[in-house]
C-alpha cells in the first residue's frame, strides 16, 4: 500500500524533500511512485495542507 498526494497539493513542494527513497516527484501537483514508496508515512506528516495519505 503505497501513499497517494489528492488535488489538494498546491505543490509547495515541501515533501519532496523529506521521502527517504525519493518516491515523490513534481508536476502540476506532486506525485508518488507507488513502486517505490514504502509507505513510511514521512510526507503525510509534513504536507501542510494535509494533501498526503494512506491509498
Ligand atoms: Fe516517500 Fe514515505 Fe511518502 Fe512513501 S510515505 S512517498 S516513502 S515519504
Redesign the pocket.
Known sequence: M??VISDSCVACGT?EP???????SAGDIYV??PD?????????SVCPNEA?SEE
Open positions: 503505497a501513499y515533501c523529506e521521502c527517504p527513497v525519493g518516491a515523490i508518488i511512485d517505490t514508496c514504502i509507505s513510511c508515512g514521512t510526507c503525510a498526503i
